[in-house]
Nanobody, 124 residues
Framework: QVQLVESGGGLVQAGGSLRLSCVAS????????MGWFRQAPGKERDFVAT????????YYADSVNGRFVISRDIAKNTVSLQMNSLKPEDTAVYYC?????????????????WGQGTQVTVSS
């Protein structure tokens, strides 16, 4: 099993920045891919960004490409999401996820473990 704990959410004005972190514990050697998803009220949980754990390759949703940056620190078992130029439509609960297989995973079903989520609210 892998446990994921997110942190760093909060309230920010439009145009501002936030940095989310997710620490993995447990059988972290089984992680191949990590990702971030978000879920706004009344909507589905959508893909945001993914990173290949060993190689560091990344892929982003079109809606955040150029504004968000996903990174990982293997020694600290941590994946981060730097969010810049935030917009009110970025408001959501953000979830960290880990997968035991794949390369760059964009589907929810491709992930095996999930964190509890952290709220990000962007005011206009």
């Amino acid at each position: 099993q892998v446990q994921l704990v997110e942190s760093g959410g909060g309230l920010v004005q439009a145009g501002g920045s936030l940095r989310l972190s997710c620490v993995a514990s447990g059988r972290t050697f089984s992680i191949y891919v990590m990702g971030w998803f978000r879920q706004a009220p009344g909507k589905e949980r959508d893909f945001v960004a993914t990173i290949n754990w060993s190689g560091g390759s990344t892929y982003y949703a079109d809606s955040v490409n150029g504004r968000f940056v996903i990174s990982r620190d293997i020694a600290k078992n941590t994946v981060s999401l730097q969010m810049n130029s935030l917009k009110p439509e970025d408001t959501a609960v953000y979830y960290c996820a880990a997968a035991r297989r794949g390369y760059l995973n964009i589907k929810r079903d491709d992930y095996d473990y999930w964190g509890q989520g952290t709220q990000v609210t962007v005011s206009s």
